[in-house]
């Protein structure tokens, strides 16, 4: 079956860099949008940017410039590098897979999810 595992997360200073990572199995990875998502305690649950099948990606406002999305298909894997990390950024990250386009990009049009990791940003 489909697995998204995510790894990579940890404590980081504010300020500090962190590049998370997501493995994909079970799927034939180069066909799919892959996407990054945080969920901060008592918050919803947010994207974070994405990157499609031709690697073109898009950031939410808040992390453009500071946050970079990649992806390595010989390796199914999508990345996400962190840097100038802010302790209101401490959450779960999770990865997210979608085969087919539409219109919107939210929790509800995912696929596929991983189970999350970890990212604390302390002050």
């Known amino acids: 079956q489909v697995q998204l595992v995510e790894s990579g997360g940890g404590l980081v200073q504010a300020g500090g860099s962190l590049r998370l990572s997501c493995a994909a199995s079970?799927?034939?990875?180069?066909?799919?949008?892959m996407g990054w998502f945080r969920q901060a305690p008592a918050k919803e649950r947010e994207s974070v940017g994405r990157?499609?099948?031709?690697?073109?990606?898009y950031y939410k406002e808040l992390v453009r410039g500071r946050f970079t999305i990649s992806r390595d298909n010989a390796k199914n894997t999508v990345y996400l590098q962190m840097n100038s990390l802010k302790p209101e950024e401490t959450a779960v990250y999770y990865c997210?897979?979608?085969?087919?386009?539409?219109?919107?990009?939210?929790?509800?049009?995912?696929?596929?999810w991983g189970k999350g990791t970890l990212v604390t940003v302390s002050s």
């Open positions: 079970g799927l034939t990875f180069s066909n799919y949008a």
């Open positions: 997210a897979a979608r085969r087919y386009y539409s219109s919107t990009w939210g929790t509800n049009d995912m696929d596929y």
């Open positions: 990157i499609n099948s031709a690697g073109v990606t």
